[in-house]
């Protein structure tokens, strides 16, 4: 079991950045992988961002260029860096993890957290 508590959202203007934290505990070493999703009202869940245990990362092309995911282990931590917010980039952002790679490949992650809201707006 692994439970994933994301925090750092709040209100930004345009242009403005922050830095989201997911901290994990639990069965963490059994985690391939750690993702971050979005998503706004009325809209479809976006994959965000993904870093593997083995620190491979992939990013939407939505946002590619102005977020940067990382992990420091010793905290048991996932960041997701964002700079350059839009309006768009509103959304409750969510971390999840993979416990296998199938679920990795699949983008089937298997725990979630609760969720942090983000809103760019002037």
């Known amino acids: 079991q692994v439970q994933l508590v994301e925090s750092g959202g709040g209100l930004v203007q345009p242009g403005g950045s922050l830095r989201l934290s997911c901290a994990a505990s639990?069965?963490?070493?059994?985690?391939?992988?750690i993702a971050w999703y979005r998503q706004a009202p009325g809209k479809q869940r976006e994959l965000v961002a993904t870093?593997?245990?083995?620190?491979?990362?992939k990013y939407a092309d939505s946002v590619k260029g102005r977020f940067t995911i990382s992990r420091d282990n010793a905290k048991n931590t996932v960041y997701l860096q964002m700079n350059s917010l839009k309006p768009e980039d509103t959304a409750v952002y969510y971390c999840?993890?993979?416990?296998?790679?199938?679920?990795?490949?699949?983008?089937?992650?298997?725990?979630w957290g609760q969720g942090t809201q983000v809103t760019v707006s002037s």
């Open positions: 870093i593997t245990v083995g620190r491979n990362t």
């Open positions: 999840s993890a993979a416990r296998y790679f199938s679920d990795y490949i699949m983008d089937e992650y298997d725990y």
């Open positions: 639990g069965s963490i070493a059994s985690i391939y992988a």
